[in-house]
């Protein structure tokens, strides 16, 4: 199948640094990325919706400015959190869609574990 | 907002035994698809049932929807311990929306 590497797996940081999520779409190209927030033993929340080359659509409650998200090529996507702070701590996932296979189906990156201390 | 409701929230099953688990949703779909989530890592997609399908079969997987009563199953036949992992329902809406909403999910433990 389709596959996205997300990067990094794991991070832990100080509060108040901003930490930055790669998403990649390796062997496809993504016009749209999906980043999700999972909180433990939870299910996934969508955060924003990707777009190359335009700004992201973010989800009702999600701030923009703290999430920032961009999505420069078709094969990449990052999000930063902005000055972050121990309740950001949670477990992030990003998705791509390939335009090439089934529309609908989702990939995924393995996910990055953001702990701040 | 989580439009999905799993149920059992979770199970635990011997091997060799099915495991079903069950969905919910609340709006008119597009399709839904079933995911599955090892500890701590993405999501796999297992398989996607359209609207207008009843019933789709994928190696041991068995997924059945009922639009009527907003539900669907994911059936799980002879497990093994390899299918220990969470499983999440979700939806796509109507109204061309890319996006996907995800059930709660249910984590199925297979005991050898």
């Known amino acids: 199948g389709a596959v996205v590497s997300q990067h990094p797996s794991r991070v832990i940081c100080k509060s108040g640094t901003s930490v930055k999520i790669e998403c990649r779409s390796l062997?496809?190209?993504?016009?749209?990325m999906f980043w999700y927030r999972q909180f433990p033993k939870q299910s996934l929340m969508l955060m924003a919706t990707s777009n190359e080359g335009s700004k992201a659509t973010y989800e009702q409650g999600v701030e923009k400015d703290k999430f920032l998200i961009n999505h420069a090529s078709l094969t990449l996507s990052t999000l930063t959190v902005t000055s972050a702070h121990p309740e950001d701590s949670s477990f992030y996932i990003c998705?791509?869609?390939?335009?090439?296979?089934?529309?609908?189906?989702?990939?995924f990156g393995a996910g990055t574990r953001l702990s701040v201390l | 907002s989580q439009q999905g409701e799993e149920d059992p929230q979770a199970l635990s099953i011997q091997e060799g035994e099915n495991a079903t688990m069950n969905c919910s949703y609340k709006t008119s779909i597009n399709n839904l698809q079933w995911y599955r989530q090892n500890s701590g890592r993405g999501l796999v997609h297992l398989i996607l049932i359209r609207s207008n399908e009843r019933e789709k079969h994928s190696g041991r997987l068995r997924v059945t929807l009922d639009t009527s009563k907003k539900s669907s199953s994911l059936l799980i036949t002879a497990s093994r311990a390899a299918d220990t992992a969470s499983y999440f329902c979700a939806t796509e809406t109507q109204g061309g929306s890319e996006k996907l909403v995800f059930g709660k999910g249910t984590k199925l433990t297979v005991n050898p």
């Open positions: 998705s791509a869609r390939d335009p090439g296979r089934t529309k609908n189906i989702q990939y």
């Open positions: 062997d496809f190209q993504a016009t749209t």
